[in-house]
């Protein structure tokens, strides 16, 4: 059964839902969604033995916003503020796209807070891949329109990269991006981040996911295992970039692969 919480921080008040008992997995979702993205991987990694908790990142879902012009920084500083209301010392923790980034540089900047790392669909980002985005045009965000046709809008602008016969999975992200603060400070952020430096301050062992029908993220798995050479790899075929709502017993399959199995003592 998930359960649903909110924890005041420093930062505001920090929306979770969260399912079983047993070693924490904190999991990150991507720009602009929420703890929903994880609805249905929660309970499979409760079956297996562990606390499953899923956070709206500062700005998503119920959770208070962040500065204007948030950075990776701001959201990493919210996931840390999140672990100590909840009194969790040490987590594994999973990311998928903006989460990933967002995880990364938690492992980087806390690494004694970081057991295994999981990085799903997260891009690489160094001075190329900064300088490639700078121009790029919003990825969700555009004019408000009297008639509502926006919203129409941002269904479209997203349908491609969605599996064909899925509209229950745009409606979801739909219903998460109506709830964001912005629709775009998220990728604003990943643009903006020095991957490259944070990256060997990474000490955690890690698992990369990625996903074959991704066409944002996986261009960039060959370039994150090249950075993170001691990373193992799963690609899950036919993953796109809803990969743990569209393929959620997938996705949980490869990270309960990774994770270490909880003993007796930490399941009791």
Do not use: K
């Not at 204007?68 to 990311?95: F, M, N, P, Q």
């Not at 990474?202 to 990373?231: H, S």
Request: net charge negative; charged share 20%.
């Amino acid at each position: 059964m998930t359960s649903y919480g909110y924890c005041p921080t420093v930062h505001g008040q920090l929306h979770y839902a969260e399912s079983g008992a047993g070693p924490a997995v904190l999991l990150l979702h991507q720009t602009p969604r929420s703890h929903d993205e994880y609805r249905d991987v929660l309970p499979i990694l409760a079956g297996a033995g562990f606390r499953a908790i899923a956070m709206d990142t500062r700005g998503f879902g119920r959770s208070a916003a962040p500065p204007a012009a948030a950075t990776i920084e701001d959201y990493a500083d919210g996931v840390t503020a999140l672990l100590d209301a909840l009194g969790l010392d040490r987590v594994h923790l999973v990311g998928h796209h903006t989460g990933g980034v967002v995880a990364v540089e938690v492992a980087a900047r806390w690494p004694d807070r970081v057991d295994r790392l999981v990085l799903s669909s997260t891009p690489y980002l160094d001075a190329e891949a900064r300088a490639a985005r700078a121009g790029r045009p919003p990825i969700d965000d555009g004019p408000l329109s009297p008639d509502g046709a926006h919203l129409a809008q941002l269904w479209q602008r997203r349908q491609a990269f969605y599996p064909a016969g899925r509209p229950d999975l745009l409606a979801r992200f739909v219903r998460d991006a109506l709830a964001a603060s912005s629709l775009e400070d998220g990728h604003r952020a990943v643009s903006r981040y020095r991957m490259e430096e944070r990256l060997p301050a990474v000490r955690a062992r890690t698992l990369l996911i990625g996903a074959d029908a991704d066409p944002y993220a996986f261009v960039d798995l060959e370039r994150m295992r090249a950075a993170l050479p001691a990373a193992a790899c799963v690609v899950l075929a036919g993953g796109g970039v809803p990969l743990p709502d569209q393929m959620p017993a997938e996705f949980a399959a490869a990270v309960l692969g990774f994770l270490p199995t909880p003993n007796a003592e930490e399941l009791a």
